[in-house]
């Protein structure tokens, strides 16, 4: 019995991560606290969107323990608009479009507790997660709060993600 039950517990499906989150959008073009791209160097070919695919920086609960190569660098994420944003803070968008960002930086609590949230805790509009998309315009609507869930990353991700600093620890 006890083998069976411990064979039960090893066979079990690792549940990936999903929710609603807020979002912001941000651009400054610096390495991200995975270690992915500097300032002198141009971003991602998939980036900025330019095949549907964005980098973000991700709260406390995402990105994982410290704040250089988390647990959650190079980990994507489909983001979906449910069409609203937080009260006063944006229009949300239209509802039902998505996009997929992988994570490659850190949002981190200190300086912006309004939007990104300590692990355990929630930011000022009730979230327990927040992506702050790198983007130089609006992406899917202003500031939508979203159901999100892990993906698979595309492969072009992968790829760029392979040359970032914490790819190989």
Known sequence: ???????????????????????TRYYDGQEGACGCGTSSSSAFSWQLGGSGFYTAAGSQALFGDGTWCGSGCGKCYQLTST??????????????????????????????????????????YGFEYHFDIMAQSEVFGDN???NFEEVTCPGAASSDFGQCQCASM
Do not use: E, H, R
């Open 144 to 146: 939508p709060i979203v």
């Open 83 to 124: 069409g609203s944003a937080p009260s006063g803070q944006g229009t949300g968008g239209d509802a039902g479009q998505s996009i997929t960002v992988m994570v490659t930086n850190l949002c981190p609590n200190q300086g912006n507790a309004q939007w990104c949230p300590n692990v355990g805790g929630t930011n000022q």
């Open 1 to 23: 019995m006890m083998l069976f039950t411990l064979l039960a517990v090893i066979a079990a499906p690792v549940m990936a991560l999903s929710g609603q989150a807020t979002t």
